[in-house]
């Protein structure tokens, strides 16, 4: 089973500024099945990145992923208000399975 | 517009069955992969059963012989039947549209899979 760790736990900056997320997979995974996730409090998750890269239905352009193998990231170019919130990781495994990371909560600094 | 609304959850006893219920609307449930994702308290997210658009299934190894995902077509519904329930059960059980979107690549296509509807959520909780 893969196992998604993402990386910081908790980040901490202030409005306007880059915001840096890391999901390291426990062995390869494929680009098309890696998806990130926000999820703001009392709220269900909403879909941001798909395919590793490609951006949702009505998702602002500051929303960018990349990576492939074992190594995906989200960047936040300038971080709105809305934005402060927690983002998850997931893939789709080979076993049919999906997996999330443990998750990443973006605070105001 | 297309919707998810999850009903069904409720405090029941460790040992109890419950079924919840995901009902559809503005998409059909029977072509699509559908899923059930649950979040425990203060905690992340946690995949727990899916059913694709030809009938298979899969689960979690944490659910895996007590809960049961199925459809019924008639009535665009999506079920979460879930039997044998325990303390670490006790979660916000979402239930979510998988979307594949298909992209023509050099020597074949790729298929890119992520959940793009979501419903509110139905909380259960186990306890005596």
């Known amino acids: 089973e893969i196992v998604l760790t993402q990386s910081p736990g908790t980040l901490s900056l202030s409005p306007g500024e880059r915001a840096t997320l890391s999901c390291r997979a426990s062995?390869?995974?494929?680009?098309?099945?890696l998806a990130w996730y926000q999820q703001k409090p009392g709220q269900a998750p909403r879909l941001l990145i798909y395919?590793?890269?490609s951006r949702a239905t009505g998702i602002p352009d500051r929303f960018s992923g990349s990576g492939s193998g074992t190594d995906f990231t989200l960047t936040i170019s300038r971080l709105e208000p809305e934005d402060f919130a927690v983002y998850y990781c997931?893939?789709?495994?080979?076993?049919?399975?999906?997996?999330f990371g443990q998750g990443t909560k973006v605070e105001i600094k | 517009e297309v919707q998810l609304v999850e009903s069904g959850g409720g405090l029941i006893q460790p040992g109890g069955s419950l079924r919840l219920s995901c009902a559809a609307s503005?998409?059909?449930?029977?072509?699509?992969?559908m899923s059930w994702v649950r979040q425990a308290p203060g905690k992340g997210l946690e995949w727990v059963s899916v059913?694709?658009?030809?009938?298979?299934?899969y689960y979690a190894d944490s659910v895996k012989g007590r809960f049961t995902i199925s459809r019924d077509n008639s009535k665009n519904t999506l079920y979460l039947q879930m039997n044998s329930l325990r303390a670490e059960d006790t979660a916000v059980y979402y239930c979510?549209?998988?979307?594949?979107?298909?992209?023509?690549?050099?020597?074949?296509?790729?298929?890119?899979?992520?959940?793009?509807?979501w419903g509110q959520g139905t909380t259960v909780t186990v306890s005596s």
């Open positions: 395919g590793a890269s």
């Open positions: 062995q390869s995974v494929s680009s098309s099945y």
């Open positions: 503005g998409f059909t449930v029977s072509s699509n992969y």
């Open positions: 979510a549209r998988v979307a594949i979107t298909m992209v023509r690549g050099a020597l074949r296509p790729y298929y890119y899979y992520g959940m793009d509807v």
């Open positions: 997931q893939q789709y495994g080979s076993s049919r399975t999906w997996t």
């Open positions: 059913i694709y658009s030809g009938g298979s299934t």
